[in-house]
């Protein structure tokens, strides 16, 4: 059995919770959920049925999170994010199976982002407050606006990279190869 954080408010329903975890007030964990360790899901939350969240997540306040999305580890998601997970919804009309929306290691999602379901936002990539994403985001870009376009790329520290792909803050070296980024 897991140790983790209940506050008396939340309504936790499964027992797939990683050790360290902490779940706040007015979170609300359905029973099929995946939660890792040491992920801080804060209040008034949201966590359906088939969702998957990795180890070291943070999902800020106003955060619901529906069936179809997987959370890889080290992910923010920042306050009052909205994920969908059907194209064409309407009310009691469920698709067979709900869109994949991946979030991949380290990603970080500013607040009030929109990821439109079936989407895949790579490793280290980042997309800013407000954003709404409408296409798959590569590993180590920043992209922000409606709809999120691309603004340049992004160290694995987090800062943007100069001209030379060149990290000001901890000096690592990128270069592109077939138009995908690498550290060097």
Not at 115 to 135: C, D, E, L, P
């Amino acid at each position: 059995m897991s140790s983790y954080f209940k506050h008396p408010q939340a309504i936790v329903e499964t027992n797939d919770i990683g050790d360290n975890t902490r779940i706040w007030a007015f979170a609300h964990i359905l029973p099929n959920a995946k939660i890792g360790s040491n992920c801080n899901i804060n209040d008034h939350t949201f966590i359906e049925n088939d969702v998957i969240i990795g180890n070291n997540v943070t999902v800020k306040s106003g955060v619901y999170i529906w069936d179809g999305v997987t959370i890889q580890d080290n992910v923010f998601i920042g306050p009052n994010v909205t994920f969908t997970n059907d194209l064409r919804p309407r009310s009691k009309q469920y698709p067979a199976e709900f869109l994949k929306t991946i979030l991949e290691d380290w990603a970080s999602i500013g607040a009030n982002a929109t990821i439109i379901a079936g989407n895949t936002i790579g490793r280290h990539a980042m997309v800013g407050a407000g954003s709404v994403v409408t296409k798959n985001i590569p590993n180590n870009t920043l992209w922000y606006g409606n709809p999120a376009v691309f603004q340049g790329y992004i160290c694995n520290c987090g800062e943007k990279l100069n001209h030379q792909l060149q990290c000001p803050e901890c000096n690592k070296q990128y270069g592109l190869e077939n138009g995908i980024i690498e550290e060097k």
